[in-house]
Structure formats: structure tokens, C-alpha cells
């Protein structure tokens, strides 16, 4: 690569390079910035403090692999390894969904809910996939013990469990959560479950259709498969005045919230910070 036969090319030079390089996608310099920050293992920070830094052969050709790698598509949570959720790092590979910033409102009410819950409180994450929501509440709430169920991949949840110091009070079962017994009763049940109707996934952006586990993602012929299952299920596995906490798409709230209305009550729709409409959550009937 030519930008490799110069010598004496500076860190924010080969940033301006990368920038230009990742032109078709949608944050080019953060992109860029994080994948610098990783090749030379310092911070963000760090690359504005030094920005006339030299970079050896070695380091050049480590980032503009990265850079390559990028151009495809591929996630840079992919290329690094890690995803931030919460302030927090997780690991990340292809068998897993990346956290998604707006997966943090989830959390946001699972936090609210349980806001007055004293006793050891049991919690049920469903289709667990890295982790986050099981590992996240886990640490948010220090009398809680989670179970968080995943079919696959749970070498990569148990893994960010123990590296933050949570894997004594996450459970993780492997298996189908449509076929396993949850066992219960808990205070409450969270999922992040596959909800793009199945004609959608070739029409998503290509980070998602070529990188990202087609099994999280494909929520049936409307997106609703995994609601029309949990939604009735989780009433004879909650407490009494227990929490369904639920991620949806945009447009699926009206479906979800009728899901609902029969068995639940306090029926919710919580929007993102970009106005869509992202979490439902309820609570049981008193009895």
C-alpha cells in the first residue's frame, strides 16, 4: 500500500488518510480514531495530545489493515474485539450481537422497576448473547441473582461475567429459551429478543446482513415471533407485580403493548434518545 512506502508519516496524517478511505460509512473519523487508539494500545486522548507522532512500519501496517478490514463493512467492534455498553467493556465476536447504545434504556428500566425491590431479587435475561444485560444489572443491583439464558455462544458471556466480576451471581444456561423450562418465579424478565421481520435482513445495512448472527436477529415473518412466546410465558414465571422488560422495534409497539393487555398491567412505552419508540415493560397482575 502506497501510504506505507513514505516514511516519517505522522499518527493524525494516517488519519486523515483513513478518514478519506472510510468515506461510505457513517462515522469515519471515530471509526478511524478507535482503530488507531487500538493498533498503538493508548487512548483516544492520547491521539490528540500527540498528533505528530511518527509511526514505525509495524504500527502503520497494523492500522491499515484495520483500516481494510473497516472499508468491507466489517463492525469495528468486530475488528477491536470489544464493545462499550454502560461504560463498561464487553468482548464481542461474530457469534454475538453488538450492543447498540440504545439497548442502555433497557437498563434504564429495568433500574426503575426494581428501584424498590430490597430482598435478593432473581432476574431472568433471555437471549443473553455477550452478556450485557445479565452482567450489567448484575453489577447495578449487588443483591440480585441473575439467570440469562443463550443458545449459543455463552463462552463469550461467561467470559465479560467473570472479567466483571459478576460470574458468581449470572447463571448462564445454554439452551433454546423457546424450549427450556425457566424455572422461577423471578421479579422480573428482560430480553433484547430478534425482532426484524425476516424479508427486512437483506435490506439491512451491511455491518448487520454480512457480520452480525442472522439467529438474533430474524424475529419471523413480522418480527413478532419471540413476543407472541415470552409475552404469555413470562406470566407464569413471574412474581406477582414482577417487571417484563422488553426491547422492540420502532414500529411495534402497538403490537406488543396488545401482547400485553391481557394479564398485565402499568403497560409502558418508552422512547430512545432519538424519539423511536424502543422498550415495553409491564408488570402482573396483583393476583
Known sequence: ?????????????????????????????????????QSLDISRTELMTYPERILNRVEAEIFCSKIERRVLREPVSHITGVQEFWSLEFAVNEKVLTPRPETEILVEQCLKALAKEFSPVKILDLGTGSGVLAITLAK?????????????ALEVARGNALSHAVADRVHFVNGDLKK??????????????????????????????????????DGGRDGL????????MALKKLKKNGWLVLEIGHTQASAVVALMENGYQDIQVVQDYSGYDRVVLARTLNG
Open 140 to 152: 447495578e443491583i449487588p443483591q440480585s441473582r441473575v439467570t440469562a439464558i443463550e443458545k449459543s
Open 1 to 37: 500500500m502506497e501510504v506505507l512506502e513514505e516514511t516519517k508519516i505522522t499518527l493524525s496524517s494516517y488519519l486523515d488518510w483513513a478518514q478519506r478511505r472510510l468515506a461510505e460509512v457513517a462515522s469515519p473519523r471515530l471509526d478511524a480514531e478507535v482503530l488507531m487508539a
Open 180 to 217: 427450556l423450562d425457566w424455572q422461577g418465579p423471578y421479579h422480573l424478565i428482560v430480553s433484547n429478543p430478534p425482532y426484524i421481520e425476516s424479508e427486512n435482513l437483506s435490506k439491512c445495512m451491511p455491518e448487520v446482513r454480512q457480520y452480525e448472527p442472522v439467529e438474533a436477529l
Open 225 to 232: 415471533d419471540y413476543y407472541r412466546f415470552i409475552v404469555p
